[in-house]
């Protein structure tokens, strides 16, 4: 099994859209617009260029250390958030994260025409449970899962919010669900696809 979380790089976003203002100041864009003489001295265009320098070196060490799975980067590498196994053994570590996350349909809990409910496992950690609010395809249990959306830390309070549907309109006891699964990460699914259908499905 499978999932990947996706995360951000501020410095990296930052470095890189200053080095793209910068170019254009210095026209390395190869646009046709050039300051007019008296507003940018030569002076002026040899810092900017010092500076792009400087950046393109701080945009390739952030790449360097991506490269080599520094601790500080976003996760993606064997043994990070970004595996199933991690996944699963801590969703918490995910909470109000992008993930795409493959794993094996435990437990059915609920559909209707618009929405559906279950719980899919990895190879290590407890069930989590996946939540739909877009037509779902026919999900059976043993059916392997690539689930694409949000992981939330279930909160009876906010759960219409968080998921898109309020509780009594997907479950047919939701007080009891709402009170197994308070606190719990579940995902709020965008996408469902079925890689693997189980035998006779």
């Known amino acids: 099994m499978s999932s990947t979380i996706t995360g951000t ?5 930052v470095a890189g859209a200053a080095v793209a203002a910068a170019l254009a100041l210095t026209g390395c864009g190869g646009g046709s617009v ?8 030569a002076e002026d265009l040899e810092q900017v260029r010092d500076e792009v ?6 945009v390739a060490s952030l790449e360097d250390r991506l490269d080599d ?8 590498e064997a043994g990070s958030p970004g595996t199933a196994d991690t996944f699963f053994g ?3 570590a995910a909470i109000g994260r992008e993930v795409v996350v493959r794993g094996e349909v435990t437990e059915l809990l609920a559909a209707t025409d618009v929405a559906s409910a279950f719980r899919i496992t990895g190879d290590v950690g407890e069930p989590v449970a996946v939540v739909s609010v877009t037509p779902p395809p026919a999900v059976a249990t043993g059916d392997v899962v690539e689930v694409s959306g949000s992981a939330v830390e279930v909160d009876p309070d906010s759960f219409e919010a968080d998921f898109g549907i309020a509780a009594d309109e997907l479950f047919d006891d939701p007080e009891a669900w709402l009170t197994e699964a308070d606190g ?3 995902i709020a699914a965008v996408r469902i696809e079925v890689t693997q259908a189980t035998a006779g499905g």
């Open 34 to 41: 050039e300051p007019a003489p008296s507003a940018v001295s």
């Open 9 to 13: 790089n501020p410095a990296g976003r």
């Open 53 to 58: 320098a400087a950046l393109e070196d701080r």
């Open 69 to 76: 799975g520094d601790p500080a980067d976003p996760p993606d």
């Open 90 to 92: 801590d969703p918490e």
């Open 184 to 186: 719990q990460v579940a």
